[in-house]
């Protein structure tokens, strides 16, 4: 909140250059996510334009907390969604950040508590920014469009589907009536939500949707991640072989658009 839509957006490219010119370093193995500035939603459908025709990033990166208290279904993001749908990359969110969920409360009442906030902090995010999209009508209106839920566990799916589809229920006639499907529905069918690699209790989240949109995350170099030993982690997850080779691969390659069969001939 706050900082000049200029400015703002002048700090995406400068970020957008220097990971094009990471990249560099293997193209066929690296891939960019761009970020994009909400605060000037012109810039963000120019800056991902550029990023995806000129530098052949996979993917646009925003994070989950809304910019001037302004939710992501809110119409004034409809080019940027329209834009991603119809340059084929997915929206993907990163959990953490201000999340703005006032009044009910504020992660700030933890004060510099890491292990109270945080338990919050990546999951809440993400949560929110699937609320608005999937409750809001963005899939609904573009149905071409994927969104990544990412780095904020996968456990919380269930419940928060559930309950989302059960309020629609309730109020939706009135309050959502452009949603043709149930909000669970959307989510299985344009979501991608990430599992970590010591998250056992994927079984509850593979109970309800299956592994058909669950992607693996490392967590790379965050304190809490397993690295260096994140895939011997994952491998320890009560996943079947076939479960835990779409986790990494076909999931991942549906995502990104990058085919499996380029990864399978380098390994």
Not at 67 to 78: D, F, G, I, L, Q
Not at 94 to 99: I, K, L, Y
Not at 182 to 195: A, D, G, M, W
């Amino acid at each position: 909140d706050g900082l000049e839509p200029d400015f703002a957006a002048a700090i995406a490219r400068a970020y957008n250059d220097w990971l094009h010119d990471y990249r560099q370093a293997d193209p066929a193995r690296l891939h960019g996510a761009a970020m994009v500035a909400p605060h000037d939603v012109a810039s963000a459908v120019e800056e991902t334009r550029r990023c995806v025709n000129e530098y052949g990033f996979k993917a646009v990166y925003l994070a989950p907390g809304c910019v001037n208290h302004r939710p992501w279904h809110h119409e004034a993001y409809e080019p940027l969604w329209a834009e991603c749908e119809r340059l084929g990359v997915p929206v993907c969110f990163h959990g953490g950040g201000r999340t703005l969920l006032k009044p009910d409360f504020g992660l700030e009442v933890f004060g510099d508590r890491l292990m109270m906030w945080h338990t919050f902090n990546q999951p809440l995010g993400v949560m929110a920014a699937a609320v608005s999209l999937i409750g809001g009508g963005v899939l609904e209106r573009h149905p071409g469009l994927r969104v990544g839920l990412l780095e904020g566990n996968c456990s919380w799916a269930p419940w928060l589907l559930h309950r989302l589809d059960e309020h629609h229920e309730w109020v939706g006639w009135f309050e959502a009536p452009d949603l043709a499907k149930k909000p669970s529905e959307y989510f299985r069918e344009q979501c991608f939500v990430s599992v970590e690699a010591d998250e056992e209790t994927v079984v509850h989240y593979l109970d309800w949707f299956g592994d058909d949109n669950l992607v693996f995350s490392t967590d790379y170099p965050h304190g809490d991640s397993q690295y260096p030993h994140a895939v011997e982690t994952f491998r320890k997850l009560p996943l079947t072989e076939d479960s835990q080779r779409k986790v990494v691969g076909d999931n991942w390659s549906r995502l990104y658009d990058v085919p499996l069969e380029r990864r399978r001939r380098r390994a």
